[in-house]
């Protein structure tokens, strides 16, 4: 495993942007008390489809604004508008009114300065979803909303293209943080900005986290990075977008770090909770930070959600996400995810299974077994 640096950390925020949506039964869901009208930027995306799923159970109107690419079947009226943030085509947006917009996709400064133009004085709350890669570092726990963001090194940012963003992904994060602040140029004193961090479970395309359950429930001994103590945090996306709805309802405004569980856990109480979720009870076979380094097995990637909490990533498992909780934020058990997770997997075909996107292949992770037992027993 190589030091994580700046680059890696903002792959960990940008694999966010690829996932598809699982359309699971709804938990029950209260009607609101005063229904809205809800704007949905994305809504077909990761999040999108659960926030509409949400809205539509309590009551509210939703209009969603895409592309047209992906066809949903919603479980109520959706009205379902076209245009393309990329060119900067928002017709089907001008002269409406909406209660409150939610801005999932954008990474691009220009798109929300687009959608300001249109919405400005026609949306009543803009929630703009961001991410944890806005922050500098990530070298002291606990830190907060407060903490200070990457800055941008581009040339102009209202310049860059999803294009070029793919070419420099080291810009993500910046380009988020130029983000909020053109959300709060557009829509002063009525923008909620929601930085998550890792977001799982059914319908993450990018098996971030869906490795460890598929992992766990094939058996035998599984390689599990470092001592199991290192921090994890992530959320599930049906949390994330059911608060995101609540947030909307309660017009809360302000900045906040959507992160998860309610409570610190590390990295061996995540696969115990897994463990549960998936009714197995492997052989965990825990691999020290020194022999991973030296073997190349990379943090995030090679060991999905698992990143080393000290040094220049020991923040990074660790954000303070109190403000959340104390505005609603609630969470679904480990094992809840993870169960769903699975099951969501497995309705994939089976080539799609059989090459998971994260993690270690079953050869790979043989050999490392081995040469660790044998450096053990030297």
């Not at 942007?17 to 699971?24: K, M, R």
């Not at 085509?89 to 954008?106: F, H, M, S, Y």
């Not at 983000?179 to 930085?195: C, L, M, N, Q, Y």
């Not at 906040?256 to 109480?269: E, K, Q, T, V």
């Amino acid at each position: 495993m190589t030091p994580t640096t700046r680059r890696t950390l903002v792959q960990m925020g940008a694999l966010g942007l690829t996932a598809l949506a699982w359309p699971e039964p709804l938990l029950a869901a209260q009607r609101a008390v005063n229904p809205m009208r809800i704007l949905i930027l994305g809504g077909t995306g990761f999040t999108g489809p659960h926030q509409v799923r949400y809205a539509l159970a309590r009551g509210h109107t939703v209009t969603t604004f895409n592309r047209g690419r992906e066809k949903m079947d919603w479980p109520g009226p959706v009205e379902e508008l076209i245009g393309d943030r990329n060119t900067g085509d928002l017709k089907a947006l001008e002269g409406r009114e909406w209660d409150v917009c939610i801005d999932n996709p954008t990474t691009l400064p220009k798109w929300v300065r687009d959608a300001g133009q249109v919405l400005q004085g026609k949306v009543k709350q803009y929630i703009f979803i961001s991410t944890i890669s806005v922050y500098a570092a990530n070298d002291t726990p606990n830190a907060d909303e407060t903490a200070a963001l990457v800055p941008y090194t581009g040339k102009d940012a209202f310049a860059e293209s999803v294009e070029t963003m793919r070419s420099t992904p080291e810009l993500y994060g910046s380009l988020k943080a130029l983000s909020e602040k053109e959300a709060e140029h557009w829509f002063p004193g009525e923008t909620t900005v929601i930085r998550p961090g890792l977001i799982v479970g059914p319908g993450d395309e990018t098996d971030r986290f869906t490795y460890w359950p598929v992992r766990l429930a094939r058996g035998g001994e599984v390689l599990a990075p470092g001592d199991g103590g290192d921090p994890v945090q992530f959320i599930d996306a049906r949390d994330l977008a059911e608060w995101t709805i609540r947030m909307a309802e309660q017009r809360t405004f302000g900045v906040f770090n959507g992160n998860g569980p309610a409570h610190p856990l590390d990295m061996r109480g995540m696969l115990e909770g897994i463990e549960r979720g998936v009714q197995t009870h492997p052989e965990l076979v825990w691999v020290s930070t020194k022999f991973l380094d030296a073997e190349n097995v990379n943090a995030w990637s090679d060991m999905p959600v698992w990143v080393p909490g000290q040094g220049d990533t020991a923040g990074f498992h660790r954000r303070d996400h109190r403000r959340a909780i104390g505005a609603g934020l609630t969470f679904r058990p480990v094992p809840v995810t993870a169960a769903d997770t699975l099951a969501w997997f497995k309705t994939l075909p089976a080539d799609r299974q059989a090459k998971l996107r994260s993690g270690l292949t079953a050869d790979r992770e043989a050999a490392l077994l081995a040469k660790w037992k044998a450096s053990q027993h030297a």
